[in-house]
């Protein structure tokens, strides 16, 4: 059964920062991953979906790097805002059509 | 594009009672709608597939008759939780995938159902 964890569960830096924030999945026989944010008590928007052929994925100011072998990802996010405040969640996918999500990481940035 | 809307977006009820939460695609058709149950603090985790015509497909562990599942039509998927009680209070979350395409999911945006 895939395990999908993320590290750490929580995360408060000061505005302009940079995130840095991890997922580790134990099945590397992956189709693709995923970084989903989630606004309190909202659903979640898809950020960047990384297949499992490719070794990174890049929008504005988030990049996500995959490392399969190694059952890892990293979403990074550059200079962060305020309005980055939210939690965000890592989502595998294995050569079916089911998710594995992590529990999350809760991100605060301090103005 | 690719709008999911849930419907009710908060309910609260009694004990022993049974609520219908509505998952519908407001701009595309979804051959496949699955439902998602998130505890506080915890990851999301998949309750069902539900497919246009056919019987939803459960995940371990999820009671078919206590989580009544109906895909009726391309856009609409309702979720009843039959005689709910305070264990099943939680955020439920449905996603679509348009067409036969199920690598693509659109989320909704949640139901927060509190059993008293």
């Known amino acids: 059964k895939q395990e999908v964890t993320q590290i750490p569960a929580a995360l408060s830096v000061p505005e302009g920062e940079n995130l840095v924030l991890n997922c580790s999945f134990t099945?590397?026989?992956?189709?693709?991953l995923q970084w989903f944010r989630q606004d309190p008590g909202k659903g979640l928007t898809s950020l960047l979906l990384?297949?499992?052929?490719?070794r990174e994925q890049t929008s504005g100011r988030l990049n996500a790097s995959l490392d399969k072998s190694s059952g890892r990802s990293t979403l990074y996010i550059a200079a962060s805002q305020p309005g980055d405040s939210a939690t965000y969640l890592c989502?595998?996918?294995?050569?079916?059509?089911?998710?594995?999500f992590g529990a999350g990481t809760t991100v605060t940035v301090r103005a | 594009g690719a709008v999911v809307s849930q419907h009710p977006s908060r309910v609260i009820c009694k004990s022993g009672t049974s609520v219908k939460i509505e998952c519908r695609s407001l701009?595309?058709?979804?051959?496949?709608m699955f439902w998602y149950r998130q505890f506080p603090k915890q990851s999301l985790m998949l309750m069902a597939t539900?497919?246009?015509?056919?019987?939803?497909?459960?995940e371990q562990g999820v009671e078919k008759d206590k989580f009544l599942i109906n895909h009726a039509s391309l856009t609409l998927s309702t979720l009843t939780v039959t005689s709910a009680h305070p264990e099943d209070s939680s955020f439920y979350i449905c996603?679509?995938?348009?067409?036969?395409?199920?690598?693509?999911?659109?989320f909704g945006p949640g139901t927060r159902l509190l059993v008293l």
């Open positions: 996603s679509a995938s348009p067409g036969l395409n199920v690598e693509t999911q659109y």
């Open positions: 099945d590397s026989a992956i189709y693709n």
């Open positions: 990384i297949q499992s052929s490719q």
């Open positions: 989502a595998v996918r294995p050569n079916d059509y089911k998710l594995s």
């Open positions: 701009d595309f058709q979804a051959t496949t």
């Open positions: 539900s497919n246009e015509g056919s019987k939803a497909t459960y």
